[in-house]
């Protein structure tokens, strides 16, 4: 949401408005009576003037909803099933045991819902543990499993309001959908290359590849500092420096939401101060707050500065500020800090609630706590069913405060209709040349050498080989090389070695002309190559810009983006 005075003015009175006339629950108007479906719910609302402003808009909508159509608003989970009404019997097993119901469109339905993310992993995917099915094959099946979610979720009362379809298409080790699309270098790669401008285009043709298959928001970037050698946050970063993230952080946000794709900047309070994965267990963050004012912080005030629609926090124990509370139900780094002293106004995501941390709680109450601490959007609840009934008891009880419901999904709503009324390019788009030079140029500069003569050709005949599991980057590169001019043959030439993510000393190879690391660059301490080299990144975009740098056609300009011990950022003097 942007934060200047203007619409945050607007905002605020927008919601005061409905505080005081929309929701009220005394005599002079009686809340709307509960409902089980949709059908007998308030008066569906009639679509309000395109050019209102979105905030207006959100706080008319919110006064004409039933408790249970607020309460839908501000969940999203995810569903089992790659199309919206037609699903295995393996996937409706698990759409009846997440939420009683048999598919996705029925999901959102009954539970009135305001959004819906779209899971799926790859083989490196750190955050594969928490993926418990997958949504994507191909864009053309992506598009029709949104267009039907979207046909059930214009029928409910809220639904003048688009439906929210995320997922995390970060680009790199985590990302979605990788099929048909084009595929830009690694957050990371950005790091090295250190041109927000081209971070920017490259972005900007990523969310015009969403928009075209109905997805709304992306769960990026990643705004986390590399602070430490983390394997769960990685390459996902843009590096260690606060000041190359952020502006980093910044482009990235400005293309998605050129594209009309909301961006959601992740993890707050900044994952990258911990190596320890919060899929499994509770990170503490032992930082001094002067230290995450001065490391974590910049990044997400450079989304916030930049407009970013949303952002996701985390469950992390930052013991600076809330010591035992992890970050996803903290009011002190939610309500406190990241709104009231970062000046955030957008949403407020919840990272997975179906990761370690948040099961300490049942759903119901993890839901509560969370919307209590200021969180706007419960993503991934491990039981629909349960966090939905669980937020409209606390609402009767008390134990959600009403005005902390409405806030939250007046926000929620605001978001929706700043992204209304923007007409989503075709399918035809993806992979167009446009979008492929966008990605070939950040990942071009973003090639870096740390040892050997920048940018010497490698003398042919070359050998490429690679850890276990890179067949497809070997394939790349050997292709690369064979059009840059350059003779691949199956064994006998000068190696050149390829390692990538969770690769360690043990997948190096003794005696390789060139070794690339296709990840973070850490592993490079302990090669014995004349010759090292960085991509970052494993996509056929950066394999073909580490072809032209072997070959001798382009010089490595890139930096790497973190320390690696023994080795200069460069050996190319930039």
């Known amino acids: 949401m942007s934060t200047s005075p203007r619409r945050a003015a607007v905002a605020c009175a927008a919601l005061t408005a409905v505080l005081i006339t929309g929701c009220g629950t005394g005599p002079d108007r009686p809340r709307p009576a509960p409902s089980s479906s949709p059908s007998s719910a308030a008066p569906t609302p009639t679509r309000a003037d395109p050019a209102a402003d979105p905030a207006a808009r959100a706080a008319a909508l919110v006064g004409t909803l039933a408790d249970e159509d607020l309460v839908g608003q501000v969940l999203m989970p995810y569903a089992y099933g790659s199309s919206a009404t037609k699903v295995s019997p393996g996937s409706a097993a698990g759409n009846r045991a997440l939420a009683g119901v048999a598919t996705p469109a029925e999901m959102v339905a009954k539970y009135r819902l305001g959004g819906l993310i779209l899971v799926g992993f790859s083989a490196d995917d750190p955050t594969s543990g928490n993926q418990a099915t997958t949504n994507v094959e191909n864009p053309k099946q992506v598009h029709e499993l949104t267009t039907g979610l979207r046909a059930v979720a214009g029928r409910l009362p809220a639904g003048a309001a688009p439906f929210l379809i995320g997922t995390d298409q970060e680009y790199g080790v985590v990302t979605r959908i990788t099929d048909g699309v084009t595929l830009l270098p690694s957050p990371l790669a950005a790091g090295a290359a250190r041109q927000p401008a081209l971070t920017e285009a490259a972005w900007r043709a990523a969310g015009a590849e969403?928009?075209?298959?109905?997805?709304?928001?992306?769960?990026?970037?990643?705004?986390?500092?590399?602070?430490?050698?983390?394997?769960?946050?990685?390459?996902?970063?843009?590096?260690?420096?606060?000041?190359?993230?952020?502006?980093?952080?910044?482009?990235?946000?400005?293309?998605?939401?050129?594209?009309?794709?909301?961006?959601?900047?992740?993890?707050f309070p900044g994952h990258g101060l911990t190596a320890a994965d919060s899929h499994t267990e509770l990170p503490v963050v032992a930082q001094s707050r002067a230290v995450l004012d001065r490391t974590a912080f910049p990044p997400f005030r450079a989304g916030i500065d930049a407009g970013a629609m949303a952002v996701m926090s985390a469950h992390l124990d930052v013991r600076a500020v809330d010591p035992g509370t992890p970050a996803t139900f903290s009011h002190k780094l939610l309500t406190d800090v990241l709104r009231g002293q970062l000046g955030f106004q957008g949403v407020i995501i919840t990272d997975g609630m179906n990761m370690a941390p948040a099961k300490r709680w049942s759903p119901g109450e993890a839901a509560v706590r969370a919307l209590n601490a200021g969180n706007d959007l419960i993503l991934m609840t491990p039981n629909v069913g349960q966090a939905y009934e669980g937020l409209l008891a606390a609402l009767r009880d008390g134990s959600l405060p009403r005005a902390r419901l409405v806030d939250a999904a007046t926000r929620v709503l605001t978001m929706k209709f700043k992204l209304a009324d923007r007409p989503a390019p075709e399918l035809s788009t993806l992979g167009s040349a446009e979008h492929r030079t966008a990605a070939a140029d950040l990942a071009a500069a973003a090639v870096t050498?740390?040892?050997?003569?920048?940018?010497?050709?490698?003398?042919?005949?070359?050998?490429?080989?690679?850890?276990?599991?890179?067949?497809?980057?070997?394939?790349?590169?050997?292709?690369?090389?064979?059009?840059?001019?350059?003779?691949?043959?199956?064994?006998?030439?000068?190696?050149?070695?390829?390692?990538?993510?969770?690769?360690?000393?043990?997948?190096?190879?003794?005696?390789?002309?060139?070794?690339?690391?296709?990840?973070?660059?850490?592993?490079?301490?302990?090669?014995?190559?004349?010759?090292?080299?960085?991509?970052?990144?494993?996509?056929?975009?950066?394999?073909?810009?580490?072809?032209?740098?072997?070959?001798?056609?382009?010089?490595?300009?890139?930096?790497?983006?973190?320390?690696?011990?023994?080795?200069?950022?460069?050996?190319c003097g930039t």
């Open 449 to 571: 050498q740390l040892r050997g003569r920048c940018g010497a050709a490698i003398a042919g005949p070359v050998t490429v080989t690679s850890s276990a599991g890179r067949d497809r980057a070997r394939a790349a590169l050997t292709q690369a090389l064979t059009a840059a001019g350059v003779r691949v043959v199956p064994s006998g030439g000068r190696v050149v070695h390829l390692v990538g993510y969770g690769d360690n000393a043990k997948d190096l190879r003794a005696g390789a002309a060139v070794t690339v690391a296709m990840d973070t660059p850490y592993v490079l301490a302990g090669a014995d190559s004349p010759t090292l080299l960085a991509t970052y990144s494993s996509g056929q975009a950066s394999m073909t810009a580490l072809a032209a740098v072997l070959a001798g056609k382009s010089r490595p300009a890139g930096r790497s983006p973190v320390a690696v011990t023994g080795l200069p950022a460069t050996v």
């Open 210 to 267: 969403l928009a075209a298959m109905g997805i709304n928001l992306d769960f990026a970037p990643v705004a986390d500092v590399l602070a430490t050698r983390s394997t769960v946050i990685g390459s996902r970063s843009f590096g260690a420096d606060p000041g190359n993230a952020s502006a980093q952080v910044g482009g990235a946000v400005r293309g998605l939401q050129a594209a009309g794709v909301a961006a959601s900047v992740k993890h």
